[in-house]
């Protein structure tokens, strides 16, 4: 069988996750092929089509900010449906899996009105809860240690074999129903503008600057230009931190203010973090 899994991932939990998914389901002898939904060949809806139709089972991962899943994803999945819109006799099971940092609490109701009247039927949901990725001015958060996060990952693995058993079992794997959900209604609201507005937060030290070019070229939305030896942050932005995070003279602003590396950590996936 063939399992496809379209993803995004700001920092890098999110691509381990499905890197590690892909090993597990290739030990079963089956085939896993994974998509980072940022990439070009992922605009072209004839190439989303032969995918689609091709994969006997469909997956999509990322992180989750305020509640939600990233606008980038949101957006990737309506496209998903506007394929299908007029697809008749389509029906494919999907599977989820989302990492988060401390509560998720965008939970699988929420993930199953995303599929509302296509095709796509929710058979899977799994929540990895690995590390947090954000250490602003704004929001200052403390670095994991390195032991926690190893043994979150293990558990991640745990769970995420769990679910492809029970798939090609051809039974139902849901996770992240609780209380929790609740709050998520009224987090979901209030962060909304937030992530919509994070471009306004972002700027750059020009003083310190190398001008690498690595925020503009490697931002998953292309929402960082430089010209005329400025650099402008589009409303396209989808808050996933990554230009901040990977800066090598830490010069993303936040709010106009320096982040100091030794006062605000800067996360750079599970398998870099020290």
């Not at 990233?70 to 819109?85: S, Y």
């Not at 926690?148 to 849901?174: C, D, G, H």
């Not at 602003?253 to 996936?269: S, V």
Request: proline share 4%; with cysteine; net charge positive.
């Amino acid at each position: 069988m063939i399992f496809s899994t379209f993803y995004f991932s700001g920092t890098g939990n999110t691509e381990w996750a499905v890197k590690e998914f892909t090993k597990l389901i290739e030990m079963k002898g089956h085939q896993s092929v994974i998509y980072s939904i940022d990439g070009q060949n992922m605009q072209d809806k004839s190439t989303l089509k032969d995918i689609l139709m091709n994969s006997d089972y469909i997956g999509f991962a990322n992180p989750i900010y305020g509640a939600n899943i990233p606008p980038i994803m949101n957006g990737f999945i309506n496209k998903i449906k506007n394929i299908l819109l007029y697809k008749k006799n389509f029906v494919k099971s999907v599977y989820i899996i989302n990492t988060f940092g401390y509560v998720n609490a965008f939970g699988p109701f929420a993930a199953k009105k995303l599929f509302s009247n296509t095709g796509l039927k929710l058979v899977s949901y799994a929540n990895l809860k690995i590390c947090n990725n954000i250490s602003t001015p704004k929001i200052k958060s403390k670095p994991i240690d390195s032991v926690k996060l190893e043994k979150r990952k293990v558990r991640s693995k745990i769970i995420l074999e769990k679910m492809i058993n029970k798939i090609l079992q051809n039974k139902r794997y849901i996770t992240g129903i609780g209380p929790y959900l609740i709050p998520g209604l009224v987090i979901r609201k209030i962060s909304k503008k937030g992530i919509a507005d994070s471009y306004l937060a972002l700027g750059i030290n020009l003083k310190t600057c190398n001008r690498c070019m690595m925020c503009v070229n490697k931002c998953p939305t292309q929402s960082i230009k430089f010209y005329n030896q400025k650099f402008e942050f589009l409303q396209t932005c989808t808050a996933c931190m990554r230009c901040y995070n990977f800066c090598p003279t830490f010069s993303i602003l936040f709010e106009g203010k320096y982040a100091d590396p030794k006062e605000f950590y800067r996360y750079r996936g599970p398998d870099t973090y020290k």
